[in-house]
Protein backbone atom coordinates (compact mmCIF):
# COMPACT_ATOMS: atom_id res chain seq x y z
CA UNK A 1 0.00 0.00 0.00
CA UNK A 2 1.00 3.76 -0.91
CA UNK A 3 3.09 5.20 2.04
CA UNK A 4 5.53 7.02 3.42
CA UNK A 5 8.84 5.57 2.79
CA UNK A 6 11.76 7.24 4.57
CA UNK A 7 15.58 7.43 2.85
CA UNK A 8 17.73 5.38 4.42
CA UNK A 9 19.52 7.29 6.77
CA UNK A 10 22.82 5.16 5.47
CA UNK A 11 22.50 6.91 2.33
CA UNK A 12 26.24 7.87 1.15
CA UNK A 13 25.92 10.89 -0.37
CA UNK A 14 23.91 14.06 1.92
CA UNK A 15 21.25 13.90 -0.83
CA UNK A 16 18.65 16.58 -0.74
CA UNK A 17 17.33 18.64 1.99
CA UNK A 18 13.62 17.20 1.60
CA UNK A 19 15.30 13.53 1.93
CA UNK A 20 16.98 14.81 5.20
CA UNK A 21 13.68 15.96 6.65
CA UNK A 22 12.11 12.88 6.03
CA UNK A 23 14.85 10.75 7.82
CA UNK A 24 14.43 12.84 10.81
CA UNK A 25 10.78 12.39 11.59
CA UNK A 26 9.90 8.57 12.30
CA UNK A 27 12.88 7.04 14.49
CA UNK A 28 11.75 3.50 13.78
CA UNK A 29 9.91 4.18 9.69
CA UNK A 30 7.12 1.32 8.65
CA UNK A 31 9.21 0.91 5.46
CA UNK A 32 13.22 1.64 4.42
CA UNK A 33 15.05 1.64 1.11
CA UNK A 34 18.83 1.19 1.29
CA UNK A 35 21.20 2.91 -0.79
CA UNK A 36 24.21 2.28 -1.18
CA UNK A 37 27.67 2.44 -4.29
CA UNK A 38 26.31 -0.24 -6.68
CA UNK A 39 22.60 0.90 -6.97
CA UNK A 40 23.42 4.56 -7.42
CA UNK A 41 25.97 2.89 -9.88
CA UNK A 42 23.91 1.09 -11.18
CA UNK A 43 21.41 4.83 -12.11
CA UNK A 44 24.30 6.56 -13.01
CA UNK A 45 25.41 3.75 -15.63
CA UNK A 46 22.19 3.63 -17.19
CA UNK A 47 21.39 7.48 -17.34
CA UNK A 48 24.53 7.70 -18.74
CA UNK A 49 23.73 5.18 -21.43
CA UNK A 50 21.33 7.37 -23.36
CA UNK A 51 18.44 4.92 -23.24
CA UNK A 52 15.84 5.58 -20.77
CA UNK A 53 12.78 4.33 -21.95
CA UNK A 54 11.78 0.20 -21.85
CA UNK A 55 14.88 -1.31 -23.59
CA UNK A 56 17.79 -3.94 -22.71
CA UNK A 57 17.79 -3.46 -19.29
CA UNK A 58 13.45 -3.83 -18.79
CA UNK A 59 14.44 -7.53 -21.27
CA UNK A 60 17.21 -8.24 -19.11
CA UNK A 61 15.16 -7.68 -16.06
CA UNK A 62 12.49 -9.87 -17.24
CA UNK A 63 14.37 -12.70 -17.78
CA UNK A 64 15.86 -12.86 -14.57
CA UNK A 65 12.57 -12.60 -12.69
CA UNK A 66 11.49 -15.39 -14.49
CA UNK A 67 13.72 -17.09 -14.40
CA UNK A 68 13.61 -16.59 -10.60
CA UNK A 69 10.10 -17.55 -10.02
CA UNK A 70 10.01 -20.86 -12.59
CA UNK A 71 7.83 -18.58 -14.85
CA UNK A 72 7.86 -19.34 -18.61
CA UNK A 73 6.90 -15.67 -19.10
CA UNK A 74 7.36 -12.24 -17.28
CA UNK A 75 6.54 -8.48 -18.54
CA UNK A 76 7.74 -5.75 -16.47
CA UNK A 77 5.17 -2.78 -16.48
CA UNK A 78 5.02 0.24 -14.60
CA UNK A 79 2.96 -0.42 -11.12
CA UNK A 80 1.35 -3.36 -9.23
CA UNK A 81 -2.07 -1.73 -10.39
CA UNK A 82 -1.34 -1.73 -13.87
CA UNK A 83 -0.16 -5.26 -13.85
CA UNK A 84 -3.49 -5.85 -12.43
CA UNK A 85 -5.49 -4.21 -14.64
CA UNK A 86 -3.92 -5.82 -17.56
CA UNK A 87 -4.19 -9.23 -15.51
CA UNK A 88 -7.89 -8.92 -15.53
CA UNK A 89 -8.27 -7.52 -19.18
CA UNK A 90 -6.27 -9.78 -20.61
CA UNK A 91 -8.24 -12.83 -19.15
CA UNK A 92 -11.44 -11.25 -20.89
CA UNK A 93 -13.35 -9.75 -17.60
CA UNK A 94 -15.84 -6.55 -18.57
CA UNK A 95 -19.64 -5.73 -18.07
CA UNK A 96 -21.84 -8.54 -16.52
CA UNK A 97 -18.88 -10.50 -15.43
CA UNK A 98 -18.05 -10.79 -11.40
CA UNK A 99 -14.28 -11.04 -10.21
CA UNK A 100 -14.11 -12.61 -6.15
CA UNK A 101 -11.61 -11.68 -4.23
CA UNK A 102 -11.03 -10.49 -0.71
CA UNK A 103 -11.94 -8.00 0.76
CA UNK A 104 -8.80 -7.71 2.94
CA UNK A 105 -6.41 -6.36 0.05
CA UNK A 106 -5.34 -3.15 -1.31
CA UNK A 107 -7.83 -1.32 -3.38
CA UNK A 108 -5.76 -1.65 -6.52
CA UNK A 109 -7.38 -5.15 -7.17
CA UNK A 110 -11.06 -4.16 -7.10
CA UNK A 111 -10.43 -1.18 -8.64
CA UNK A 112 -8.54 -2.90 -11.60
CA UNK A 113 -12.11 -5.05 -12.04
CA UNK A 114 -14.23 -2.27 -11.79
CA UNK A 115 -11.96 0.18 -14.43
CA UNK A 116 -12.75 -3.19 -16.70
CA UNK A 117 -16.16 -2.56 -16.15
CA UNK A 118 -16.69 -6.12 -13.90
CA UNK A 119 -18.15 -6.26 -10.29
CA UNK A 120 -15.79 -7.18 -7.65
CA UNK A 121 -17.59 -9.56 -4.96
CA UNK A 122 -15.78 -9.97 -1.55
CA UNK A 123 -14.55 -12.93 0.05
CA UNK A 124 -14.17 -13.55 3.92
CA UNK A 125 -10.79 -14.33 5.60
CA UNK A 126 -9.54 -17.21 7.05
CA UNK A 127 -10.55 -15.65 10.57
CA UNK A 128 -8.21 -15.35 13.75
CA UNK A 129 -4.77 -15.14 12.80
CA UNK A 130 -4.98 -16.29 9.06
CA UNK A 131 -5.57 -13.17 7.03
CA UNK A 132 -5.91 -14.48 3.92
CA UNK A 133 -8.80 -15.43 1.92
CA UNK A 134 -10.87 -18.45 2.55
CA UNK A 135 -11.37 -20.83 0.24
CA UNK A 136 -14.27 -22.17 1.47
CA UNK A 137 -16.05 -18.56 1.59
CA UNK A 138 -14.37 -18.06 -2.18
CA UNK A 139 -16.21 -21.05 -3.36
CA UNK A 140 -19.51 -20.11 -1.86
CA UNK A 141 -19.11 -16.33 -3.44
CA UNK A 142 -18.50 -17.76 -6.87
CA UNK A 143 -21.66 -17.42 -9.07
CA UNK A 144 -23.01 -17.93 -12.62
CA UNK A 145 -21.16 -14.71 -13.77
CA UNK A 146 -18.13 -14.96 -11.79
CA UNK A 147 -15.10 -14.81 -14.66
CA UNK A 148 -12.08 -14.66 -12.75
CA UNK A 149 -10.84 -15.14 -8.74
CA UNK A 150 -8.36 -12.77 -7.41
CA UNK A 151 -6.28 -14.11 -4.18
CA UNK A 152 -3.60 -12.45 -2.15
CA UNK A 153 -0.62 -13.79 -0.56
CA UNK A 154 -1.55 -11.50 2.42
CA UNK A 155 1.78 -9.62 3.97
CA UNK A 156 3.79 -12.42 1.78
CA UNK A 157 2.21 -15.55 3.63
CA UNK A 158 1.31 -18.48 0.66
CA UNK A 159 -2.78 -18.94 0.53
CA UNK A 160 -3.88 -22.23 0.94
CA UNK A 161 -2.82 -22.93 -2.62
CA UNK A 162 -4.11 -26.38 -2.68
CA UNK A 163 -7.56 -25.80 -1.29
CA UNK A 164 -7.77 -22.36 -4.09
CA UNK A 165 -7.05 -24.34 -6.98
CA UNK A 166 -9.74 -27.38 -5.98
CA UNK A 167 -11.76 -24.42 -6.27
CA UNK A 168 -11.08 -23.08 -9.38
CA UNK A 169 -10.28 -26.53 -11.18
CA UNK A 170 -14.28 -27.36 -10.06
CA UNK A 171 -15.57 -24.10 -11.52
CA UNK A 172 -13.26 -24.11 -14.05
CA UNK A 173 -11.73 -20.01 -12.96
CA UNK A 174 -8.63 -18.55 -13.87
CA UNK A 175 -6.55 -16.98 -10.94
CA UNK A 176 -5.25 -14.04 -11.02
CA UNK A 177 -3.09 -14.18 -8.06
CA UNK A 178 -1.74 -10.76 -6.01
CA UNK A 179 2.02 -11.35 -5.06
CA UNK A 180 2.68 -7.42 -4.51
CA UNK A 181 3.97 -8.43 -1.31
CA UNK A 182 4.85 -12.25 -2.46
CA UNK A 183 8.01 -12.05 -4.17
CA UNK A 184 10.22 -15.18 -3.27
CA UNK A 185 7.83 -16.76 -1.20
CA UNK A 186 6.83 -20.59 -1.48
CA UNK A 187 3.97 -22.76 -1.26
CA UNK A 188 5.45 -26.66 -1.27
CA UNK A 189 7.98 -25.65 -3.67
CA UNK A 190 6.07 -23.46 -5.86
CA UNK A 191 7.56 -19.41 -6.26
CA UNK A 192 3.81 -17.09 -5.36
CA UNK A 193 2.69 -15.95 -8.55
CA UNK A 194 2.96 -18.74 -11.00
CA UNK A 195 0.60 -21.14 -9.29
CA UNK A 196 -2.46 -20.21 -11.15
CA UNK A 197 -3.06 -18.54 -14.52
CA UNK A 198 -1.15 -14.94 -14.18
CA UNK A 199 0.64 -13.51 -10.85
CA UNK A 200 1.14 -9.64 -10.45
CA UNK A 201 4.39 -8.13 -7.89
CA UNK A 202 4.61 -4.67 -7.12
CA UNK A 203 7.67 -2.85 -7.12
CA UNK A 204 6.70 0.09 -4.90
CA UNK A 205 9.18 1.87 -2.82
CA UNK A 206 7.89 -0.08 0.04
CA UNK A 207 7.98 -3.84 -0.78
CA UNK A 208 10.77 -6.34 -0.70
CA UNK A 209 11.83 -5.31 -4.35
CA UNK A 210 11.64 -1.89 -4.38
CA UNK A 211 12.05 0.31 -7.79
CA UNK A 212 10.38 3.11 -6.59
CA UNK A 213 7.09 3.28 -8.82
CA UNK A 214 6.99 -0.45 -11.25
CA UNK A 215 5.31 -3.82 -11.32
CA UNK A 216 5.13 -7.57 -13.29
CA UNK A 217 3.33 -9.91 -14.56
CA UNK A 218 4.13 -13.65 -14.94
CA UNK A 219 2.53 -16.69 -16.73
CA UNK A 220 3.35 -19.59 -18.37
CA UNK A 221 0.83 -19.14 -21.11
CA UNK A 222 2.02 -17.64 -23.81
CA UNK A 223 -1.04 -16.57 -25.85
CA UNK A 224 -1.55 -14.51 -22.67
CA UNK A 225 1.95 -13.44 -22.05
CA UNK A 226 1.20 -12.01 -25.87
CA UNK A 227 -1.99 -10.16 -24.93
CA UNK A 228 -0.48 -8.40 -22.19
CA UNK A 229 2.68 -7.29 -23.92
CA UNK A 230 0.18 -5.84 -26.60
CA UNK A 231 -2.04 -4.13 -24.19
CA UNK A 232 0.85 -2.84 -21.91
CA UNK A 233 2.40 -0.37 -25.00
CA UNK A 234 -0.94 0.90 -27.03
CA UNK A 235 -2.07 -2.40 -28.74
CA UNK A 236 0.93 -1.58 -31.15
CA UNK A 237 2.91 -4.34 -32.42
CA UNK A 238 6.38 -2.88 -32.21
CA UNK A 239 8.07 -1.23 -29.24
CA UNK A 240 10.08 2.14 -29.94
CA UNK A 241 13.54 0.07 -28.86
CA UNK A 242 12.47 -2.44 -31.56
CA UNK A 243 12.37 0.21 -34.26
CA UNK A 244 15.37 2.09 -32.92
CA UNK A 245 17.73 -1.22 -33.22
CA UNK A 246 16.30 -1.63 -36.64
CA UNK A 247 14.26 -4.42 -35.99
CA UNK A 248 11.02 -3.06 -36.97
CA UNK A 249 10.52 0.00 -39.18
CA UNK A 250 6.78 0.82 -38.68
CA UNK A 251 3.96 -1.10 -36.04
CA UNK A 252 0.59 -1.87 -36.45
CA UNK A 253 -2.63 -1.13 -33.52
CA UNK A 254 -4.27 -4.26 -32.98
CA UNK A 255 -6.59 -3.09 -29.91
CA UNK A 256 -6.61 -0.43 -27.60
CA UNK A 257 -4.30 -0.46 -24.78
CA UNK A 258 -2.16 1.88 -22.79
CA UNK A 259 1.75 3.15 -21.71
CA UNK A 260 2.29 0.88 -19.13
CA UNK A 261 5.67 -0.03 -19.74
CA UNK A 262 8.83 0.16 -17.11
CA UNK A 263 11.44 2.33 -17.72
CA UNK A 264 15.29 1.00 -17.92
CA UNK A 265 16.62 3.45 -14.73
CA UNK A 266 14.18 1.22 -12.65
CA UNK A 267 14.62 -1.96 -14.72
CA UNK A 268 18.12 -1.65 -13.37
CA UNK A 269 17.22 -0.66 -9.84
CA UNK A 270 15.16 -3.80 -10.19
CA UNK A 271 17.89 -5.91 -11.56
CA UNK A 272 19.72 -4.87 -8.10
CA UNK A 273 17.26 -5.72 -5.75
CA UNK A 274 16.44 -8.64 -7.50
CA UNK A 275 20.30 -10.37 -6.86
CA UNK A 276 19.28 -8.96 -3.29
CA UNK A 277 15.97 -10.19 -2.68
CA UNK A 278 16.68 -13.82 -1.05
CA UNK A 279 18.58 -11.90 1.51
CA UNK A 280 16.16 -9.37 1.97
CA UNK A 281 12.84 -11.78 3.11
CA UNK A 282 15.46 -14.17 5.30
CA UNK A 283 16.33 -11.22 6.78
CA UNK A 284 12.29 -9.88 7.11
CA UNK A 285 11.62 -13.81 8.36
CA UNK A 286 13.81 -13.65 11.17
CA UNK A 287 12.93 -10.25 12.38
CA UNK A 288 9.15 -11.48 11.72
CA UNK A 289 10.14 -14.62 14.32
CA UNK A 290 11.55 -12.33 16.73
CA UNK A 291 7.99 -10.03 16.93
CA UNK A 292 6.46 -13.03 17.65
CA UNK A 293 8.14 -14.28 20.24
CA UNK A 294 8.28 -10.78 21.96
CA UNK A 295 4.29 -10.52 20.99
CA UNK A 296 2.13 -13.10 20.49
CA UNK A 297 0.14 -13.94 23.25
CA UNK A 298 1.41 -10.63 25.15
CA UNK A 299 -1.70 -9.09 26.69
CA UNK A 300 -4.25 -10.75 24.06
CA UNK A 301 -1.68 -9.51 21.14
CA UNK A 302 -1.91 -12.31 18.46
CA UNK A 303 0.84 -11.98 15.73
CA UNK A 304 -0.59 -12.48 12.24
CA UNK A 305 -0.14 -16.00 10.91
CA UNK A 306 0.40 -18.96 12.61
CA UNK A 307 3.84 -20.92 11.86
CA UNK A 308 3.23 -23.30 9.44
CA UNK A 309 5.13 -26.59 7.57
CA UNK A 310 8.95 -25.58 6.28
CA UNK A 311 8.09 -26.10 2.37
CA UNK A 312 5.59 -22.90 3.15
CA UNK A 313 7.83 -20.04 2.84
CA UNK A 314 6.76 -16.46 3.57
CA UNK A 315 8.46 -13.32 2.41
CA UNK A 316 7.21 -11.83 5.32
CA UNK A 317 6.17 -8.22 3.38
CA UNK A 318 4.39 -7.46 6.73
CA UNK A 319 4.64 -7.73 10.57
CA UNK A 320 1.12 -7.46 11.11
CA UNK A 321 -0.07 -7.84 15.13
CA UNK A 322 -4.08 -8.18 16.35
CA UNK A 323 -4.66 -5.87 19.13
CA UNK A 324 -6.57 -7.13 22.12
CA UNK A 325 -10.18 -7.42 21.43
CA UNK A 326 -11.50 -3.84 22.72
CA UNK A 327 -8.07 -1.93 22.39
CA UNK A 328 -8.81 1.65 20.75
CA UNK A 329 -5.86 1.42 17.66
CA UNK A 330 -5.79 4.61 17.18
CA UNK A 331 -4.38 5.09 21.20
CA UNK A 332 -1.99 2.79 20.26
CA UNK A 333 -0.87 4.39 17.03
CA UNK A 334 -1.02 7.60 18.08
CA UNK A 335 1.22 6.45 21.76
CA UNK A 336 3.74 4.79 19.49
CA UNK A 337 4.29 8.01 16.56
CA UNK A 338 4.91 9.60 19.94
CA UNK A 339 7.80 7.54 20.30
CA UNK A 340 8.74 8.18 16.68
CA UNK A 341 7.12 4.63 15.56
CA UNK A 342 5.49 5.05 12.76
CA UNK A 343 2.42 1.92 12.05
CA UNK A 344 -0.23 1.49 9.49
CA UNK A 345 -2.82 -0.72 8.94
CA UNK A 346 -3.17 -3.59 6.17
CA UNK A 347 -5.84 -3.13 5.28
CA UNK A 348 -9.56 -1.18 5.67
CA UNK A 349 -11.10 -4.22 4.32
CA UNK A 350 -12.55 -2.72 0.68
CA UNK A 351 -16.18 -3.65 1.51
CA UNK A 352 -15.68 -0.63 3.65
CA UNK A 353 -15.02 1.79 1.55
CA UNK A 354 -17.88 4.56 -0.03
CA UNK A 355 -17.60 3.51 -3.45
CA UNK A 356 -17.60 -0.01 -2.66
CA UNK A 357 -19.84 -0.52 0.20
CA UNK A 358 -22.79 0.96 -2.24
CA UNK A 359 -22.76 -2.13 -4.03
CA UNK A 360 -24.74 -4.77 -2.43
CA UNK A 361 -22.45 -7.50 -0.83
CA UNK A 362 -22.09 -10.49 1.37
CA UNK A 363 -21.82 -10.79 4.72
CA UNK A 364 -18.03 -11.09 5.74
CA UNK A 365 -18.14 -11.93 9.63
CA UNK A 366 -14.45 -12.71 10.58
CA UNK A 367 -13.32 -9.60 8.15
CA UNK A 368 -15.73 -7.63 10.14
CA UNK A 369 -14.50 -9.07 13.19
CA UNK A 370 -10.76 -8.61 12.92
CA UNK A 371 -10.48 -5.63 10.83
CA UNK A 372 -10.44 -3.14 13.69
CA UNK A 373 -7.68 -5.45 15.38
CA UNK A 374 -4.78 -4.75 12.47
CA UNK A 375 -1.67 -2.72 13.12
CA UNK A 376 1.01 -3.23 10.85
CA UNK A 377 4.40 -2.70 12.84
CA UNK A 378 8.16 -1.77 11.42
CA UNK A 379 9.70 -4.43 9.35
CA UNK A 380 12.57 -3.88 6.51
CA UNK A 381 15.74 -6.26 6.19
CA UNK A 382 17.81 -4.10 7.81
CA UNK A 383 15.89 -3.23 10.79
CA UNK A 384 18.38 -3.77 14.07
CA UNK A 385 17.66 -5.41 17.07
CA UNK A 386 17.52 -2.71 18.92
CA UNK A 387 14.85 -0.78 17.00
CA UNK A 388 12.72 -4.06 16.66
CA UNK A 389 13.23 -4.25 21.22
CA UNK A 390 12.00 -0.38 21.10
CA UNK A 391 9.02 -0.62 19.09
CA UNK A 392 7.82 -4.09 20.97
CA UNK A 393 8.33 -2.41 24.30
CA UNK A 394 6.13 0.69 23.60
CA UNK A 395 3.32 -1.63 21.78
CA UNK A 396 3.18 -3.46 25.31
CA UNK A 397 3.29 -0.10 26.93
CA UNK A 398 0.72 1.29 24.78
CA UNK A 399 -1.64 -1.56 25.18
C1 LIG B 1 -1.56 -6.16 -2.22
C2 LIG B 1 -1.28 -5.07 -3.19
N1 LIG B 1 -1.79 -5.17 -4.42
C3 LIG B 1 -1.53 -4.24 -5.35
C4 LIG B 1 -0.75 -3.14 -5.08
C5 LIG B 1 -0.56 -2.09 -6.12
O1 LIG B 1 0.76 -1.93 -6.47
P1 LIG B 1 1.34 -0.52 -6.96
O2 LIG B 1 1.39 0.39 -5.77
O3 LIG B 1 2.70 -0.88 -7.48
O4 LIG B 1 0.44 -0.03 -8.02
C6 LIG B 1 -0.18 -3.02 -3.82
C7 LIG B 1 0.72 -1.93 -3.48
O5 LIG B 1 0.79 -0.94 -3.13
C8 LIG B 1 -0.47 -4.01 -2.84
O6 LIG B 1 0.03 -3.90 -1.60
Known amino acids: MAGSVKVSSAHPNKGPKASQADVSRWQVPLADVRVDEELLAAVRDTVASGWWSAGPR ?7 FSHYVGADQAIAVSSGTAALHLAVLALGCRAGDEVVLP ?16 RPVFCDVG ?9 VDLDAAIGPTTKALIVLHYGGNPCDMDAVLEVA ?12 HAPGALWRGRKCGTIGRVGCFSFFSNKNLPTGEGGLLVTNDQ ?3 DRIRLLRSHGMTSLTWDRHRGHAHTYDVLEPGFNYRLDEIRAAIGLVELRRLEAENAARRRLAGRYRERLDGVKGMVFAFPERDNRIVSSQHLAVVLLPEG ?8 ALAKEGIQTSVHYPPIHTFTHYAALAQRRLPRTVAIERRLLTLPLFGHMTEEQLEFVTDRVIAAI
Open 58 to 64: VAEFERH
Open 103 to 118: SLNFVAAANAVAVAGA
Open 127 to 135: GGADLNLSP
Open 169 to 180: ERHRLPIIEDAA
Open 223 to 225: ELA
Open 327 to 334: ASRSDVQA
